[in-house]
């Protein structure tokens, strides 16, 4: 009787645990492939030919694509290490995982090369996506002539749930990333974005392991005991929309720490975190009738979009010219 007491003691507390903790794949590089013919990932595909004003042919507009496809993440070094020739040595590529291995095989990952100045002192380098990926954009479909169309029946924006971003998010417990490490003594860190576009750069462990380990930030102010937590209401929509997006990875490089190249592989991202919500259905469907969330984004979405546009016109341009210098060179 007193063996069965306890049992249910531990499965009252787990219930009690799991009424308000929920975890979730923030980003799991697996899905992000290129699976289109261009080379991009369909899921995260968004268009910016409008941004290239009249000049530009239709065919050439349909180029104007990106998305979140591995290839496209850059790799940013901090002002006092970004000469030409670090910046160029310093890029990401899609790996695949050997089929023979223990975790994780035959499976497409990050891929990240960072090229650190030699000298003695402190660097960093900042792993991003090709654009700030959106919390509340909805999802398209791309049709026979290459074009996107919204899907009108995502009323809540979950294009790119998974895809970096987690809604619903209250209190963060823990942060788990998979990753590969080769005896580097750099750091990893991981930077989020809520809500309220205020950035937190959490730094997570050290890359000095062989082979594939799962390292985690456990939050030190994280308060397990329900009765020692201040307990308030909080206004629902469109107030109650708390989330976490993914912003990029820090490397850092110490004084004391070798320069040169460093290697490393992201898997994927996984939070623990309390509901900021018991469940996210009511009885009116808020954001379909009022939609302050999507109109909230939006300006934000829109400026970035439009210098994401012209960046990536400028460089397909210059790939354009590129492309047709090889081409003579190689006819000669």
């Known amino acids: 009787m007193k063996r069965f007491g306890i049992l249910l003691s531990i499965t009252l507390l787990c219930v009690a645990f799991s009424a308000y903790a929920d975890e979730s ?16 990932n369909t899921a995260t595909l968004i268009d910016f030919s409008d941004k290239a004003g009249t000049s530009f042919s239709d065919e050439e507009k349909a180029h104007m694509k990106t998305s979140l496809a591995i290839q496209n993440w850059e790799v940013v070094l901090a002002s006092s290490s970004r000469t030409v020739l670090n910046q160029s040595l310093s890029y990401t590529k899609e790996a695949t995982v ?23 002192f402190n660097s ?13 954009m909805r999802k398209t479909q791309v049709n026979a002539d290459g074009t996107l169309v919204e899907d009108e029946t995502d009323r809540q924006g979950t294009k790119f749930d998974g895809y970096g971003v987690v809604k619903n998010v209250g209190v963060i417990k823990s942060i788990s ?20 576009n205020e950035e937190q750069t959490i730094f997570v462990g050290y890359l000095d392991f062989d082979g594939w380990k799962t390292i985690t930030w456990n939050n030190p102010n994280y308060i397990a005991e329900v009765k020692n937590r201040e307990v308030k209401k909080y206004p629902l929509y469109p107030r109650a929309s708390p989330m976490r997006k993914l912003s ?3 490397l850092y490089k110490d ?4 320069g040169g190249d460093m290697i490393t592989y992201v898997k994927d991202v996984s939070i623990v975190y309390d ?14 009738l009022w939609g302050i969330l999507d109109k909230r984004e939006q300006a934000r979405r829109t400026a970035e979009f439009t210098k994401l546009g012209n960046l990536q016109v ?19």
């Not at 990333?177 to 309220?196: A, E, H, R, T």
């Open 177 to 196: 990333v998979n990753v590969y490490g080769s005896n580097f003594p750099n750091g990893f860190g991981i930077v989020l974005k809520d809500q309220n």
């Open 255 to 258: 004084a004391n720490d070798e």
């Open 314 to 332: 400028l460089r397909y341009l210059e790939a354009q010219k590129m492309h047709k210098e090889t081409e003579a060179t190689a006819a000669k």
């Open 124 to 136: 960093w380098a900042f792993v991003k996506p090709p654009f700030e990926i959106p919390a509340y």
């Open 248 to 250: 990029g990875f820090m």
């Open 25 to 40: 794949v923030l980003i799991d590089f697996s899905k992000l492939t290129a699976d289109s013919e261009n080379g991009e």
């Open 98 to 120: 050997g089929q023979n291995a223990k975790r994780f095989p035959n499976e497409k990952v990050l891929g990240i090369r960072v090229h650190f100045p030699e000298e003695p």
């Open 275 to 288: 509901k900021a919500v018991l469940s996210m259905e009511r009885d009116i469907d808020d954001e379909a």
